[in-house]
């Protein structure tokens, strides 16, 4: 029995990459699993693969732009589940480019999924959390929020706000509420193919074959946040390949 087995989990930006990954290793570890993303069939795909595999998972679309979407997301666990114990906030864009691309609906649509898109999901859960007297959230965050490089400014922009939220929402929390965020460096996603900017993705590309670490390696950072006990909170923990600079 693990610290997760029986734990109502509602994760977002759960269709693919370290999203998917996380809810097959928490469905494995016994976690009851409220998916949400915006691409829907990959999600009842994934909802079936759990449940042949032995586990329990609902899904709705998610769309972490529209705060409604957010409680929606966090009714369906309430209401299936009687509950949420944790939210997993791992939506997120990365269409990387230099700022002299003035690529500036880009901008606009980072901010809204990898910030406001945070901010949705406390506003949904946190009322809850406070309610039931315990939760915890977990965000998926980058290293760029400790490293800025070329063509990264806004999206490493959007990952040092979602840090000093999750860090400002820890020091809110109080000793019922846990909060984890999880920065991981290069990992094996679609990350690269997002930049819509041709030098930049092939660059990505080719880093991402060269040192890239599997998207597991982040669900086993989140699994080992959830499974201590209670009082003991894992504020940050930073993931990234052993190349990585």
């Known amino acids: 029995m693990s610290g997760i087995d029986g ?4 994760i977002t930006g759960a269709s693919s990459g370290i999203g998917e ?30 449940g042949k595999a032995g586990g329990t998972a609902v899904h709705v679309r998610t769309d972490v732009t529209r705060a409604q979407d957010l409680r ?9 589940f009687g509950g949420l114990d944790v939210l997993v906030g791992n939506a997120g864009l990365g269409m990387v480019s230099p700022l002299d691309d003035l690529r500036v609906d880009e901008w606009t ?20 959390f406070r309610e039931q007297r315990s939760g915890h959230f977990v965000t998926t965050a980058s290293t760029a929020a400790f490293t800025v490089v070329p063509a990264m400014a806004v999206y490493a922009g959007t990952k040092v ?23 991981p460096g290069f990992v094996h996603t679609g990350f690269a193919a997002a930049s819509s900017n041709d030098e ?23 699994a080992f946040a959830l499974e201590q006990p209670d009082g003991v909170d894992v504020n940050e923990i930073v993931v990234r390949p052993t190349a990585q600079s």
């Open 161 to 183: 706000a979602v840090r000093a939220i999750c860090e400002g929402l820890r020091q809110e929390a109080g000793p019922e509420v846990r909060v984890t965020t999880v920065f």
């Open 72 to 80: 929606a997301l966090v009714a369906l666990a309430r209401d299936r």
């Open 21 to 50: 990954e996380i809810a097959l290793l928490l469905a494995e570890r016994g976690a009851r699993l409220v998916l949400g993303a915006r691409r829907e069939d990959r999600l009842a795909d994934l909802v079936t693969r759990i």
């Open 109 to 128: 649509a980072m901010v809204d999924v990898n910030v406001k898109g945070v901010l949705h999901g406390i506003a949904a859960a946190l009322p809850v």
């Open 200 to 222: 930049v993705r092939a660059r990505l590309t080719a880093m991402r074959d060269e040192i890239a670490i599997p998207p597991d390696a982040i669900a086993r950072a989140v």
């Open 7 to 10: 734990k109502v989990v509602a």
